[in-house]
């Protein structure tokens, strides 16, 4: 079956002919069609003379242009009229009732003629208008990448000058300051530049897929903390596919890259095994980000912390105001205590899966 980009390419190619050739293709159609009339004779009714002409006119005004069509329509209403209408007889008219099917033929034809080359018209607007908004969306695209990169490079020079303050700072509590700071710039960089390489969905680039940026995600964190010899700790993720606007899926990203951090960093002290196991998912009307490990595990929020020295605090620095307020701007809430059994940690945050002031 011809698609529309196959006709549009066809009939874009037999209308950029020159006039001449399109009026000579124009007169030898309408011949064959009375031609094929001839031949097939027997096959079609005696009475109905004007079937073939009709589908010689749309075929020129399909392939050519307006004036192509009403050229068939003149050649083919006089062809009829000296062959059909009035036999042998030259330029005298036929009898009335035979002269009105012969009118009403050449207005139909006409008629057939300017609705067709309109209906051209149109298509050939429709498609501008296609390739018109395909390369805005690429444009789009491009200025959304380029947007990342910068982000990410501003991001990064942003980590070494907070670290190069940080060994020029006069004191140890400015020093331990700066290097956090520049920790969760570090975080933001990560997330742009996963980003950046693409984990957005392939429907929309002001999208990101969950699948592919929470797992994406996850390994560049595993691999980070893996080549810094911390100890040998199995990171796994699963994650469903949503998308998720880029807006979102930042602070997505900085809880993630905070919680699983964390578990490496203080889950697993004097070079203990164990693993990190990061899940996406939706239930409901909520998304749900779990990290959770088999560490040294650390006490419920509500709590005190255990005496035994086992167990690593909450905390109420930068990082745990950063999770709570992250899980505020997506409208949700962040939790984090004892995993499954009582045993290791997990850390989860919840969140509406429609953003607050979105419609569909």
């Known amino acids: 079956m011809l698609s529309f980009s196959s006709f549009m ?8 002919l020159p006039v001449w050739a399109r009026y000579l293709l124009t007169l030898l159609i309408v011949a064959a069609a009375f031609g094929l009339r001839a031949g097939l004779q027997g096959g079609l009714p005696d009475h109905n003379i004007f079937l073939m002409p009709i589908l010689a006119v749309l075929v020129t005004a399909t392939l050519f242009d307006r004036n192509s069509g009403l050229l068939a329509a003149f050649f083919a209403a006089a062809a ?3 062959f059909h209408l009035a036999p042998g007889q030259g330029a005298l008219l036929p009898e009335r009732q035979d002269a009105a099917a012969w009118a009403l033929f050449l207005l139909i034809a006409g008629c057939i003629s300017m609705l067709i080359d309109g209906f051209h018209t149109t298509l050939r607007r429709l498609r501008a208008a296609h390739e018109d908004l395909a390369r805005t969306d690429s444009q789009r695209q491009l200025l959304l990448q380029e947007f990342r990169h910068r982000t990410r490079n501003d991001l990064q020079s942003l980590v070494a000058l907070l ?3 940080a060994r020029a700072a006069p004191s140890p509590a400015a020093q331990d300051g700066l290097r956090e700071a520049a920790e969760h710039a570090r975080a933001l960089a990560r997330v742009h530049t996963l980003l950046a390489q693409g984990a957005i969905h392939e429907n929309d680039p002001t999208l990101v897929d969950t699948r592919g940026f929470v797992e994406g995600l996850s390994i560049q964190l595993g691999e980070t903390h893996a080549t810094e010899g911390l100890r040998p700790v199995a990171l796994n993720a699963t994650a469903e596919a949503h ?7 930042i602070l997505v990203g900085l809880v993630l890259n905070e919680c699983v951090t964390n578990a490496l ?9 164990g693993k990190v196991q990061v899940r996406f998912s939706r239930s409901g009307e909520d998304f749900h980000l ?3 490990d088999d560490g040294t ?3 419920a929020e509500d709590q005190p912390e255990a005496s035994s020295g086992r167990s690593r605090p909450l905390g109420t620095g930068l990082g745990t105001r950063l999770l709570r307020g992250m899980a505020a701007q997506l409208r949700g809430s962040f939790s984090r205590g004892p995993g499954a059994g009582g045993s290791g940690t997990r850390a989860e945050l919840t969140f509406p899966v429609q953003a607050p002031g979105s419609h569909h």
């Open 290 to 292: 779990t990290v959770e």
């Open 80 to 82: 009829i009229l000296w």
């Open 9 to 16: 390419t066809l009939t874009s190619g037999t209308r950029s």
């Open 163 to 165: 670290l190069l303050r």
């Open 297 to 299: 595990g650390t006490p």
């Open 265 to 273: 960093k203080y889950a697993f002290p004097d070079d203990r095994a």
């Open 243 to 249: 998308p998720l606007n880029s807006e979102r899926a």
